[in-house]
């Protein structure tokens, strides 16, 4: 990565924040091995673990009270079994990017989906929270690039910023070498929903929940 790149830019990657979580309990919860797992750069971090097509690199580090993880290749962190994980008794918030280039957010608490959309596309929002993410981000998406404005609503609910030099400096990084292994051994049942799929917005697609 170089030093002009951010996150905005990456046609794929998975990000999770959740509060009051350490890094090792994110890595316990996404199924790694934390023994394995070492601070490093990212330079040095993709250099001692290549990623593969049978691989996922973890990195994980805080931002204040909350840990955050972020995957680029063969991302896990979306999935239910780990999202539910994360919020369990907190909160968390996962933005993710497929390789088809379609963007989610979602905002879940202890468990349950309370928000899902897709950034810069306010028709597509299903849910509601008091802290209107949706409409945060598709306000600021008419000056920035819908992830990058997505970071920006997520700094102001957390905190602090995710900055390239965060993502780029020594964070908690580990591999799992099978996901797909890792993912089969847990149950992976629908996320609980603030309301019935027929009350959401008819302006737009349903998103939420996704499932791999």
């Given at each position: 990565?170089?030093?002009?790149w951010?996150?905005?830019q990456?046609?794929?990657?998975c990000?999770?924040?959740?509060?009051?979580?350490?890094?090792?309990?994110?890595?316990?919860?996404?199924?790694?091995?934390?023994?394995?797992?070492?601070w490093?750069?990212?330079?040095?971090?993709?250099?001692e673990?290549?990623?593969?097509?049978?691989?996922?690199?973890?990195?994980?580090?805080t931002?204040?009270?909350w840990?955050?993880?972020?995957?680029?290749?063969?991302?896990?962190?979306?999935?239910?079994?780990?999202?539910?994980?994360?919020?369990?008794?907190?909160?968390?918030?996962?933005?993710?990017?497929?390789?088809?280039?379609?963007?989610?957010?979602?905002?879940?608490?202890?468990?349950?989906?309370?928000?899902?959309?897709?950034?810069?596309?306010?028709s597509?929002?299903?849910?509601?929270?008091?802290?209107?993410?949706?409409?945060?981000?598709?306000?600021?998406?008419?000056?920035?690039n819908t992830?990058?404005?997505?970071?920006?609503?997520?700094?102001?609910?957390?905190?602090?910023?995710?900055?390239?030099?965060i993502?780029?400096?020594?964070?908690?990084?580990?591999?799992?070498?099978?996901?797909?292994?890792?993912?089969?051994?847990?149950?992976?049942?629908?996320?609980?929903?603030t309301?019935?799929p027929?009350?959401?917005?008819?302006?737009?697609?349903y998103?939420?929940?996704?499932?791999?």
């Open positions: 990565m170089s030093e002009s951010n996150l905005g990456s046609g794929q990657f990000l999770t924040l959740s509060a009051g979580r350490s890094p090792e309990e994110v890595l316990e919860i996404y199924g790694a091995d934390r023994s394995r797992a070492r490093l750069s990212s330079a040095d971090c993709f250099t673990f290549e990623p593969t097509a049978t691989n996922t690199v973890l990195r994980v580090g931002l204040g009270d840990s955050f993880c972020i995957e680029f290749e063969n991302p896990i962190g979306f999935l239910n079994a780990v999202v539910r994980g994360l919020s369990v008794n907190s909160e968390m918030i996962t933005i993710s990017r497929t390789g088809n280039s379609l963007t989610i957010f979602r905002y879940i608490v202890n468990g349950r989906l309370v928000e899902s959309f897709e950034p810069g596309n306010l597509s929002s299903w849910g509601q929270s008091e802290h209107e993410f949706s409409r945060e981000v598709h306000e600021r998406s008419a000056t920035a992830v990058m404005a997505s970071l920006h609503v997520i700094a102001e609910h957390v905190g602090h910023e995710l900055t390239t030099e993502l780029h400096g020594p964070l908690l990084s580990v591999v799992i070498d099978n996901p797909e292994r890792t993912v089969l051994a847990h149950p992976d049942p629908r996320l609980q929903m309301a019935a027929e009350t959401r917005s008819t302006l737009g697609r998103l939420g929940p996704l499932s791999r």
